[in-house]
């Protein structure tokens, strides 16, 4: 479930909202922080 939502946050901002609508926003801010942090490292 993770790895679907991380991948999910990877493509267009118009799938992330619609991705958004649907988690709790706790949840998606870490997923989000999460994500970046990986990509940055």
Known sequence: M????????NLKPE???QL?????EGVYKKLKVKCVSEDTS
Do not use: S
């Open 20 to 24: 958004h609508a649907r988690i709790p």
């Open 15 to 17: 799938t992330t909202k």
């Open 2 to 9: 993770e790895i679907e939502l991380t991948a999910i946050l």
